[in-house]
């Protein structure tokens, strides 16, 4: 609206200019006229033609001094105080026009009025009029108003240019244009929605914008401006988004792809080393860390395959190899063999040479199994898996197996690393291997059920004298599972379940009982009762018997002061003590300290080794041996007979006495075995030992024993091992009556 308005107030000020132009034409017109002595000589010649003539062309030749097209219709009337016409001029070629009928009242009209100017309307034309009364003499206003000398002039012309630009802002419908003729005073350009001049005193012009169009042309303009805004919105989306994806989306889209490709396929990365925009160094930079983390990945998944000792599989790889090889083997129906191996006797290295020593034993060992493996015609180019499962326990896993003989030249190449020791670059060291071998799917069905067997065929080839492989078997299961079960009672348990028994041991001499045997007894509530040939070897093995038999003494101990008052103050009780205990460091200050707890001399103690602590005899036994003679304990050399102790030896060792085993006199049926037994009896006395001799069952047995020579007797023909408070019965003879004849 604000254009419009000010459009309209422009063509307003045009228009002013314009009619003031035309008026000073007027002006100029009547100045020259009034000056131009032809007008006077013309109205005083009282109407000659020639003369009128005259005047015309001094008229022509003033008006010509404008632009021809400037103004038109040009016309002068000149009249008389009477009202009488003196002289009548119209611009044109016609030298004698007729009086504009119109004109002369007008004029008339203004007679005593004085001089005027003003707009005349004439159709649709404008003309400008003027009206001026001058004395012929001086040409100028007449001095006094009934002047008889005076005339009037009237100049009326045409404003083609005027009218032209008036009628152009008429007809703009978007402006009501309206032109009145004066008097409207007070004309001014106050209104928002007008225009208004008053133009030289002779017309006012209002020019109202009109509101509905403005309402129109605003609305239009509004959405036209919408319309042009939302075109220039979406088209910078558009171009936005065009850019966008061109530059952005796409190539990260190829870069995601790329990126997840190589990933999916294992492969590289693309190489974005050489562009330049972002992207390309965002996928460099992307490169750049996915290498680490997969370098990090790799190197954290070799760590948690692989066992850190040995960098053979750990556990949890063999697992799911194992997995994998049983889904294999039940698409193709063939054989599957799991090995499951434990180093025999590699605590006891462990525990004389240190750790240090033990891992190395554990990495140079599976070096030379892989070597074993791989030369084997079966593993060959095949999946395998040799895995470290815990701390000298190994397992292999040897797929598409045939027949079970085909896995006997692959244990007996293991068995044989070990073959008179195992040779390791520190030296040799005194351990083998017990192989189990479980096959799928024979011997179980499942991954667990297959370890599980394969560690039970494992142990019963360590119950059969280590250094050995065995296939699982049902029976061997059941067997193993007691031995496993025996294994984890005495390592759980606090010996709560165990008791002491005591076997009198009857001298030959008077047939009183001299000393008595504590022998350990075990009824679990679990296992029932449990032999000491059953739970001796694995207490051995697994290390608690050096516990189990501190605790024999503490008890022994604690029982004694009751035995001496039921077989008299001279009594020797004997306790077992494991072989083992003999290569071990500190097991000589243990039994002293329990001595010192006590107040039972240790001359009142008879220690039994058994014999087979001969075959191993090494510095820490002997030192053991002198030691405990030492300390005043009778030494004792159990179940001799049975074992592998020579001569020779014997006669070396600090002993007492010797207790010949009841398997030499079982043999006494005979000649030649009562002479074994009565000759070892005289070797034995003759070498200053004591003998004590065990397992006599018949009075005929202890009658030739006693004839032998030995010392004591010891069996159930006297009395079986009875529990401490038995003793205490009045019914039980401390002399047994078979010797007192
Ligand atoms: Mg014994």
Redesign the pocket.
Known sequence: MAEKLARARLEVSSLTLSVERYSNFGEGFLASLLQSKVLKAALKTNGQRYQIVAVDRRLSAIAQQFPSTYFTELSVLVMNPEGETLFYYEDGDEPFSELDAALKPRVLATFGKGDSRRLIVEGEQQKLQYIRRVNLETMRAPLYADDREAVTIALLFNMPEFNEELQRLVADSSLNAEVTALPQKNAQQTQDHRALAEVSGLLRLEVTIDQGQLNNDSHRLLLEFVLNFLVIVFFSAWVLLALIRRYITEPIHQLQSGIGEAINRQQPLPDYSEGCDEISQLGHEFSQLYSQLQGAYESKKKLAETDNLTHLDNRYTFGQCLNRMLERSNISGVKLALLYIDLDNFKAVNDRYGHEMGDLILREFSVSLCDALRITDLVMAREQSVARLAGDEFGVLLPDIQREVDLYPVCERIIKLFEGGFNSSRGKFSISASIGIAIYPDDGSSAVELTRNADAAMYQAKASGRDQYAFYSAELAERTRRERSIDLALKSQPFDEFTLYYMPIISTEDSSVKSV?ALLRWQSPTLGFVSPVEFIPIGEANGVFEALDLWVVQRALRDTPRLLEFFGEGLIVSI?ISSAQLNSGGFFLNLMLCFQQSEIPTNRIQL?ITETFAVEIGAHVEANLSLLKQAGFILAL??FGTGYTSLSQLIDYPLDVI?IDKSLVDRMVDERGRDLVLSLIGFCKQQGFSVTVEGVETAEQADMLTAGGADSLQGFHFSKPQALEAFADDGFNHYHPSLLR
């Open positions: 045997e077992n039994e159990d179940d207790k």
